[in-house]
């Protein structure tokens, strides 16, 4: 599903919440439980987003999907684990036809469930049964105020659907959880984005903006604003926070390409977020699989309990004793644990470098690059490549290589 | 804008969509909503836990003070507890 929904925010979010010192709350300790558990249920989704983080060659995991008794096998085994919050996320979770059993036992086990969707295929049955059987809240994904864009870059016709089901979430007593991912075509749009959000009711809204991975990093040149038209969309959310009395909470993902620092991805791998993919793989973050010479574990075979705590691929990079000059010895590593390590090994092609994000990182350079080929004209012109089975058949067959070629690894 | 001043009288429940629960695996109170969570030391999980939307902010000091006798400014934590969740809307006002 949409970007950084399951991603750095969240995690933002996270540390936010667990690390606030004030008056007995807990400042947290390092968290060695997966407290949130992602099911990418399916890689099937009838949207084409050209910015979805799903992995480039998902085709090849659309046809060996989990069961749903095994769905419910691990959300029973993560929970003994400690799991807590739950988001079904995709693709398009609603393509399964089991979200309604997998929704009924989440409550069951004492989850707080997220449904993360494009509203494609919610009904008013279905979204009775999830109120039912006990979902806790659906966050739907927005594209722009504008027709044309919300159809140009999701590649289909879905904007009235969106506004349909946006009301259909609201009259059922839910939370209105909106993500609105952030890039060129839609960043200008930021104050009517906020007022449209404002008018639909949202409690929450959170702009991400475009994070470089997946399919989202295929277009990287074709989605990346500038760094003025960031700077402005900030200002304007900031401003609409501070001005518009509205109850709705704002969430402001910044792009880490403009930073200076990296992100801490996933708030450290393998510290706070498990995920399991639809055909069963157990990763510490959404795009893990990039990495080179790693196993990763899959639920049909060992024990999420064994994935988490000792399985070599969830130890590999947990804390900091994995890591290489400059991050070694930088006073800042608590900070970041050096970024992202999928981020490093896709641009640089060492999963222990430090994130090219990062100014002390002697990649730095290729961001920079990055920046300047999002600018220049002739680059930002070739064609985007929607995430489609057909590209996505396309790319695992070694086509569209002028594209992908100077990644370490396919997207 | 910021109804802060927490007196004796108000009375304060949960905010909507938020889920308090005790988690066994944390062995702590947790607050439970869309997109994030926040995990609570005892003593906040013992004030979250009073709030039913009946009891007034004085009920749940004295019911503090009558369960912990030998804890000290017992109330000064309380407010400031109530302070917080409130700056955070994890609770609202009835
Ligand atoms: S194509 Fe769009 S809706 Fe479908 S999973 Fe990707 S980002 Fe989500
Ligand atoms: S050098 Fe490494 S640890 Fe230090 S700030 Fe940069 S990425 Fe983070």
Request: charged share 25%.
């Amino acid at each position: 599903m949409t970007q950084a929904s399951l991603g750095e925010s969240v995690v933002q979010k996270t540390i936010h919440a667990t690390q606030t010192q004030n008056n007995g709350v807990a400042a947290s300790v390092t968290q060695t439980q997966p407290l949130w558990l992602l099911a990418e249920v399916t890689y099937r989704c009838p949207l084409h987003c050209a910015f979805c983080y799903n992995p480039t060659d998902y085709d090849k995991h659309t046809q060996n999907e989990l069961t749903t008794e095994q769905w419910i096998q691990a959300l029973r085994d993560a929970r003994k684990l400690g799991a807590i919050q739950l988001g079904i996320s995709g693709g398009e979770p609603l393509l399964r036809d089991d979200i309604e059993d997998i929704v009924v036992e989440a409550k069951k086990l004492g989850y707080y469930s997220n449904l993360i969707t494009s509203g494609v295929g919610l009904t008013e049955k279905r979204i009775q049964a999830f109120k039912d059987g006990g979902l806790d809240h659906i966050q739907l994904s927005m594209h722009d105020i504008t027709e044309e864009i919300n159809n140009f870059i999701t590649n289909t016709k879905t904007f009235e659907l969106k506004k349909k089901v946006a009301a259909m979430i609201k009259g059922h007593g839910y939370p209105m959880v909106l993500n609105v991912v952030i890039h060129r075509y839609n960043i200008g749009h930021m104050k009517e984005i906020l007022e449209m959000a404002d008018a639909l009711g949202a409690e929450y809204i959170e702009l991400a903006n475009t994070q470089y991975y997946g399919w989202s990093l295929v277009n990287r040149s074709q989605l990346m604003p500038t760094k003025e038209q960031v700077d402005e969309a900030e200002r304007i959310t900031n401003e609409f926070r501070e001005k518009s009395g509205s109850k709705m909470k704002i969430f402001f993902v910044v792009p880490d390409y403009f930073s200076d620092r990296p992100k801490k991805c996933m708030n450290g791998w393998g510290e706070v977020f498990m995920i399991v993919t639809a055909n069963g793989d157990v990763l510490p973050c959404h795009s893990a699989r990039v990495l080179p010479n790693m196993q990763f574990p899959n639920v049909k075979d060992t024990d999420l309990g064994w994935s988490w705590k000792d399985s070599p691929a969830f130890n590999k990079y947990r804390g900091d004793s994995w890591m290489k000059e400059p991050c070694r010895t930088c006073s800042e590593k608590e900070n970041d644990l050096g970024g992202c390590r999928c981020q490093s090994f896709l641009l640089t092609g060492d999963a222990e470098a430090a994130d090219p994000v990062c100014s002390k990182s002697p990649h730095h350079h290729l961001i920079e690059q990055a920046i300047l080929d999002s600018r220049n004209p002739t680059i930002a012109a070739q064609p985007i490549v929607f995430r489609n089975d057909k590209n996505s058949k396309k790319i695992i067959a070694g086509e569209l290589k002028d594209r992908v070629d100077e990644f370490h690894a396919l997207p | 804008m910021m109804d802060n001043q927490i007196q004796n009288a108000d009375i304060y429940t949960l905010s909507p969509h938020h889920r308090f629960q005790w988690e066994e695996a944390q062995s702590s109170y947790v607050i439970l909503f869309p997109e994030g969570m926040v995990k609570l030391h005892g003593g906040a999980g013992e004030v979250i836990k009073r709030l039913d939307g009946k009891a007034t902010v004085g009920d749940v000091v004295a019911d503090l003070k009558a369960t912990f006798p030998d804890a000290e400014n017992i109330e000064k934590d309380i407010i400031g507890m109530y302070e917080l969740a409130l700056s955070k809307t994890w609770i609202r006002k009835v």
